[in-house]
């Protein structure tokens, strides 16, 4: 079986700790290793459907270029580069003037994060320093987008036309921090210990 690597998307389900000190890895970072393991194990990934992530697939390219448009950023393709290293894979929506760009596409008005001071979810803060490790960067910004809602067969269309861009768009700006990438790499190796030892996955 390939090493394991950790995906940027999921580097935060490395970031807790056991509750006890003589466990390996927390609860969570074992969840994440097993289902990693049945992937691999089946040929299959695990296909996750609600409407919540069909929304934020059918409208990725959209919110993109409204997030260009309403940053007032220069002309720039979403990035399609893949990139790894010995402990992690990642690919970032965007890489403008040497700064990374991810895109959220928020489900609607009720989940738009308009008066968070502090990027609202800790998973995206360790997607974003994995990404720049990956690209050797220093700056990344997490861009929540406020799109349409399309209508679908149990509910109608949401739109937001009315509504001035200060209100539909968001950014959190993210620090590269060394300390953060070494921690996840110890993970990292940690995981691989598990996996060999208590799953018997080699």
């Known amino acids: 079986m390939e090493q394991f690597k950790c995906r940027a998307s999921s580097s935060g389900k490395l970031s807790t700790n056991p509750k006890k000190k003589e466990d390996l890895l927390a609860k969570t970072t074992i969840s994440y290793l ?7 194990i089946y040929g299959y990934r695990k296909q996750l459907d609600n409407k919540y992530i069909n929304k934020g697939l059918f409208m990725e390219d959209a919110a993109i270029e409204k997030a260009i448009e309403w940053l007032d950023l220069p002309f720039v393709l979403k990035n399609t580069e893949r990139r790894e290293d010995e402990y ?103 995981c691989r210990e598990y996996l060999t030892t208590k799953m018997n996955i080699k």
């Open 34 to 40: 097993q289902e990693w393991a049945k992937e691999r």
């Open 88 to 190: 992690f894979t990642g690919e970032p929506d965007m890489i403008c003037n040497g700064v990374i760009y991810d895109i959220k596409n928020s489900y609607d008005w009720t989940t738009f994060p308009l008066f968070d001071s502090e990027l609202p979810t800790d998973d995206y803060y360790y997607q974003m320093q994995v990404y720049m490790h990956l690209f050797e960067l220093k700056k990344a910004f997490v861009v929540y987008v406020l799109m349409n809602t399309p209508e679908t067969k149990f509910e109608p269309e949401i739109t937001y036309d009315h509504v001035g861009k200060e209100y539909r768009i968001k950014k959190f700006e993210v620090d590269y921090d060394e300390n953060v990438i070494e921690m996840l790499q110890e993970k990292v190796l940690k």
